[in-house]
């Protein structure tokens, strides 16, 4: 489902960014930090902060890099910290810049927020910031995925405040999460509040069942894929994230990975699962689960999908959607029917039979036709009441020794009625096996039956009249 809105939003919120800075006088269009006089160097100030894909590990090396601030190059200069404690926790002394300008990175081993375990390998993190007004910085995903598209707007003419506010937007506009978050340099994954939940739904998103190799390969497909335009255009990728977190939806993985993270002990988790849910959700292209949609049937869209085609529908229940059961899908917006009519499924190939006094359609139950001589009628097993003019689906079996010119379908009112033909010509099945029950439908004519509350059907084959067979008695009204 194609969201408009948001497209809207991130249309004017571009279109604002870009009046606003064609505003400015020429000196401050022509550098990315602003011009020269919007350049303040950084004396002494010391920076910290936590790094996060999960957190990373104590010991993980945290680098200051100076930025020069008319165009964001890298000096050579840098200052060197470490992370010191479990929560992912840094702090890097003495920093001396020539503008407020930097780039923070963090490699290391990072605690997986899937499996709760230490990554086997390293991984580096980015942060682009602005330190003129500020001590505490954070390194995540988002300060990580933004920083490609927030160095390329500036090349464009924005000051990094505006390229960092935009670049914020797209990345969270590709994973379907709108909303007025904090900068990304201030939010923590161990923190409570929607900024902070977005950020870990995210990280857990990209990471889902990635080796630290293909995590990086898929951050870095990420942020090549959005430097240019804003856009995440890898359809394909999408697909992959939504199919693995339908599954962690549907299969209860949620739980588990916030029972990972509970794990640590070393912070708040925040109610990320909305987020991860509402993505696969946007990617399948069925929309929320409100009020609206409460109790609707929908299906995968996706044709990049790899369960697109499949037999799977989803129920919205409650502001979730969850896996649809065969009844729910295979009857879904069926009007009522006739009593004893049968009908096959719209999706599985089920035979479901409508019960007139409860007004509700019913599995057929699971009938044993199996049958070493002759004939067994299991319905109508007995007690169904119809009326006259009804459709009524025999349901018998056959054993193989009556193979051939098929069958003929009497109703009798009574033991002692001789009954009627309902089938003009032999019908049914012309070879049984004596373990398969069949199905003929037959009509109550009223040119034909009488109404009765002692009826029953007999099925008589042709090649052994005697080794007919009878089914339950039901009543017949008019």
Not at 103 to 110: I, P, S, V
Not at 244 to 257: C, K, N, P, V
Request: glycine share 10%; proline share 2%; net charge negative.
């Amino acid at each position: 489902m194609y969201n408009w809105s948001r497209q809207f939003h991130l249309g004017l919120f571009v279109f604002i960014v870009a009046f606003f800075s064609s505003c400015t006088d020429d000196s401050s269009s022509s550098s990315s930090g602003g011009g020269d006089d919007s350049i303040v160097p950084i004396a002494k100030k010391t920076i910290k902060g936590v790094s996060q894909k999960g957190p990373f590990v104590k010991g993980t090396s945290v680098t200051v890099q100076e930025l020069e601030g008319e165009n964001l190059t890298q000096t050579g200069k840098s200052f060197k910290g470490k992370i010191s404690n479990d929560k992912g926790e840094f702090s890097v002394s003495s920093v001396s810049l020539v503008s407020q300008y930097a780039l923070l990175e963090a490699n290391g081993f990072y605690r997986n927020e899937i499996t709760g375990k230490k990554s086997s390998s390293q991984i580096t993190l980015n942060a682009l910031v602005d330190l003129s007004d500020r001590e505490k910085v954070n390194i995540n995903l988002l300060t990580h995925l933004e920083y490609e598209r927030a160095i390329y707007l500036t090349e464009q003419g924005l000051d990094v405040d505006s390229a960092k506010k935009q670049a914020e937007y797209e990345v969270f506009n590709a994973f379907g999460i709108d909303g007025d978050f904090e900068q990304s340099v201030d939010l923590d994954i161990l923190s409570s509040g929607e900024g902070n939940a977005a950020l870990l739904a995210m990280s857990i998103l990209m990471q889902g069942n990635l080796s630290e190799s293909e995590l990086s390969e898929r951050l870095a497909n990420f942020a090549s894929d959005i430097e240019k335009d804003g856009s995440w255009d890898d359809d394909s990728t999408k697909a992959r994230i939504a199919d693995w977190a339908r599954e962690q939806d549907l299969s209860g993985g949620f739980s588990l990975i916030r029972e990972n993270i509970e794990k640590w002990k070393i912070g708040v988790v925040p109610d990320f699962e909305q987020y991860v849910s509402d993505y696969w959700y946007e990617n399948y292209g069925i929309g929320k689960c409100d009020d609206e949609h409460e109790g609707e049937i929908a299906k995968n869209l996706n044709k990049l999908s790899d369960l697109y085609g499949s037999l799977e529908r989803f129920i919205c229940r409650d502001g979730a959607w969850i896996e649809a059961s065969d009844y729910e899908k295979d009857t879904y917006g069926w009007k009522s029917g006739k009593e004893g009519e049968t009908r096959k499924g719209d999706v599985t190939e089920t035979m479901y039979i409508y019960d007139g006094e409860n007004a509700a359609w019913h599995d057929t139950p699971n009938y044993d036709c199996s049958v070493s001589e002759g004939v067994v009628v299991v319905y109508p097993k007995g007690g169904e009441t119809f009326k006259v003019g009804d459709t009524v689906k025999v349901v018998y079996g056959a054993s193989p020794d009556l193979a051939g010119p098929q069958f003929i379908f009497r109703y009798r009112a009574t033991d002692d009625d001789t009954g009627e033909i309902l089938v003009d010509t032999s019908a049914g099945e012309r070879d049984p096996d004596g373990k398969t029950c069949y199905e003929q439908e037959v009509i109550l004519d009223a040119s034909l039956v009488r109404p009765s509350t002692e009826a029953f059907i007999q099925v008589i084959p042709y090649v052994k009249t005697k080794s007919n067979g009878k089914s339950g008695k039901f009543t017949v009204t008019q």
